[in-house]
């Protein structure tokens, strides 16, 4: 469960260039439920996905995560709980380690970290049959190094990484926009597959309409720091893309314009 309340947060604060990017944004996800992230460059969804994860600590508010209260905790300490996946396939993995050595760390998220003992036959044998859900075969590229593969492979190996310890919240900040639409779909099938088996709660930003309406069981919309739509059940299914491109037009005042969104 994940569950904000209250949060504020503003860059460069004091300053003649101050932006506030949260304006007391509070949300509640259930166990196991996925919410679609959608609005503007700059509308504060990437801020609100660092605010949860750790990296920004907010100005005010709270963020709870399975009931515990992690605001002032850091990165590093939350990094159990909460797995991420970047809109960069480049992101999320070490491309001069193998692929096992990679989901070895992976499977150790916040506890202690090495790779001696991590790599013997017992965990070899485990990481094989996990790495195996993805179906690229990297189950026989274990020795491998991560660098060697393509962009897809290793977004898919990330998120299969940033779920590999079980979190209790999974962020995924447009984590299918660098990949071409075939292997996008894939990811975006590994992930709502992943998310269900594992009952993850999941907060999905993404530019793309169509699939922010098919995808998950909400419909965020955020604009200037403020989360101003918020959909589920029968009306987030009778959604269309036009229906949303109409709000899009409503919170914003102005005529929609494509704004990095993919109609199709």
């Excluded at 079980?166 to 990811?187: F, G, I, K």
Aim: hydrophobic share 40%; proline share 4%; aromatic share 4%.
């Amino acid at each position: 469960m994940l569950e904000l309340i209250n949060l504020t947060h503003t860059f460069e604060r004091g300053t003649p260039v101050e932006k506030p990017a949260l304006r007391g944004v509070s949300l509640r996800l259930g166990p196991g439920e996925f919410a679609c992230l959608v609005g503007s460059n700059g509308a504060g969804k990437s801020t609100l996905l660092n605010a949860v994860a750790g990296t920004y600590v907010p100005d005010s508010g709270r963020v709870l995560i399975d009931g515990k209260d992690v605001t002032r905790l850091p990165e590093h300490r939350r990094a159990r709980l909460v797995g991420r996946v970047f809109q960069n396939p480049l992101q999320g993995t070490a491309p001069n380690m193998t692929v096992a050595e990679n989901l070895s760390l992976a499977a150790d998220r916040g506890g202690r970290r090495g790779l001696g003992p991590l790599l013997g036959a017992q965990r070899r044998a485990w990481l094989r049959e996990r790495v195996s859900v993805l179906g690229l075969g990297l189950e026989d590229r274990l020795g491998t190094r991560v660098g060697l593969l393509s962009g897809g492979q290793r977004q898919a190996l990330t998120l299969l990484m940033a779920t590999l310890a079980r979190p209790q919240v999974l962020l995924l900040d447009e984590h299918t926009a660098a990949l071409d639409p075939a292997t996008a779909e894939r990811v975006v099938e590994l992930t709502t597959r992943l998310a269900e088996e594992l009952g993850l709660t999941t907060l999905m930003v993404t530019h793309n309409l169509d699939q922010a309406i098919s995808l998950g069981h909400r419909l965020l919309m955020m604009h200037d720091g403020q989360v101003v739509l918020d959909v589920k059940g029968q009306q987030k299914s009778s959604l269309t893309v036009g229906g949303l491109r109409s709000e899009f037009e409503r919170v914003r005042g102005v005529a929609f314009s494509y704004d990095r969104a993919v109609l199709a």
